[in-house]
């Protein structure tokens, strides 16, 4: 079955730095396009960035020139380098496979991401 696990969620200082990793299994990973969602409290998900299955990136206006996406296709994995954080970035942050021929999309449980000081 499909899989995404996400890591490197946590509570760090406003200006401070962090590094999500989302592991996926059970998907030709190389084919899907993979994104970052936030959901803050209260607040519907957001899109934060975006990677291409040809290495194109999207990324929310919020964030751009603080977050970088990136994935490893040979390791199955989709990164979201977070700099500069405030605490507006405090959310749940979710992995996301989006295959659009197939029209399939699949989600990870989520990690917390908490900017305070």
């Known amino acids: 079955q499909v899989q995404l696990v996400e890591s490197g969620g946590g509570l760090v200082q406003p200006g401070g730095s962090l590094r999500l990793s989302c592991a996926a299994s059970?998907?030709?990973?190389?084919?899907?396009?993979m994104g970052w969602y936030r959901q803050a409290p209260g607040k519907q998900r957001e899109l934060v960035a975006t990677i291409s299955s040809g290495g194109s990136t999207n990324y929310a206006d919020s964030v751009k020139g603080r977050f970088t996406i990136s994935r490893d296709n040979a390791k199955k994995m989709v990164y979201l380098q977070m700099n500069s954080l405030k605490p507006e970035d405090t959310a749940v942050y979710y992995c996301?496979?989006?295959?659009?021929?197939?029209?399939?999309?699949?989600w990870g449980q989520g990690t917390q991401v908490t900017v305070s000081s």
């Open positions: 059970g998907i030709i990973f190389s084919t899907y396009a």
């Open positions: 996301n496979a989006h295959h659009d021929r197939l029209r399939f999309d699949f």
